[in-house]
């Protein structure tokens, strides 16, 4: 009895941990995360996500793990400021850096920054057009709920576009870079959207890497894989 009420205590504050550690290292980082994020992903990431979310100019698009706004600059431009874009990450530091970042560029306007957990959105049931997300993934405690919850934030008929990184043996990250997970196996992603109730599911890989240094220089690529589907219209 004693050991179930162990297991069962660890198991509600592992994510908690797991959480507060990635806030502590996004808050270390995020004045010099843009320049860190030019080694690990380009815009072609970007693209592709905002393609196969299928943004239209006048969508509401949540971003989820939004960090200093990599993706909501792209959404942003592509919207043109007649759409509305909420940008959730777990990090206020993060956000504040975004914040600046949008503002130099004139995109405030259209985009609203909430502080948020990507298992538990800060957005209504059937909120969003779209919901996407670059490497928010692997930073989640339990990345299937996640997706859940990104899956609960969408309209019916909108699209899911996430990207995140293919199973690696890096398990430097863990320690630099408060990885949770060491990137996921496809065929696993694949499963999680359908279970989530998403339709056409499809994951792809990227054509780039992420490519990551250690402090004692050891050189990662890794495969940066797509993953997208559908909110059923009936949902």
Excluded at 83 to 111: E, F, H, T, W, Y
Aim: charged share 30%; net charge positive; proline share 3%.
């Amino acid at each position: 009895m004693r050991k179930g009420r162990h297991q069962s205590s660890r198991r509600r504050t592992e994510p908690k941990k797991v959480k507060r550690r990635a806030r502590r290292y996004f808050a270390t980082v995020a004045n010099r995360w843009d320049q860190m994020r030019e080694d690990f992903f380009d815009h072609a990431v970007a693209e592709l996500i905002v393609k196969l979310a299928a943004i239209r100019p006048e969508s509401t698009i949540v971003d989820v793990g939004c960090g200093t706004g990599f993706l909501t600059q792209e959404v942003a431009m592509q919207t043109q400021g007649r759409g509305k874009i909420v940008g959730v990450d777990l990090s206020p530091s993060m956000l504040q850096k975004a914040k600046g970042n949008l503002g130099r560029l004139g995109l405030l306007g259209s985009v609203e920054l909430r502080v948020g957990d990507a298992e538990g959105l800060p957005a209504e049931d059937g909120f969003a057009d779209a919901v996407i997300g670059n490497m928010v993934l692997h930073h989640c405690p339990r990345p299937r709920r996640a997706i859940s919850e990104m899956t609960r934030v969408l309209k019916p008929g909108g699209r899911l576009a996430v990207a995140d990184l293919e199973k690696h043996n890096e398990k430097w990250l863990r320690d630099e870079m408060a990885d949770r997970w060491l990137g996921f196996d496809l065929t696993r992603v694949k499963e999680w959207l359908e279970n989530a109730g998403l339709e056409g599911v499809k994951v792809e890989l990227a054509r780039t890497k992420c490519c990551r240094v250690s402090i004692h220089g050891r050189k990662a690529e890794i495969g940066i894989f797509v993953a997208s589907g559908s909110k059923p219209k009936g949902f």
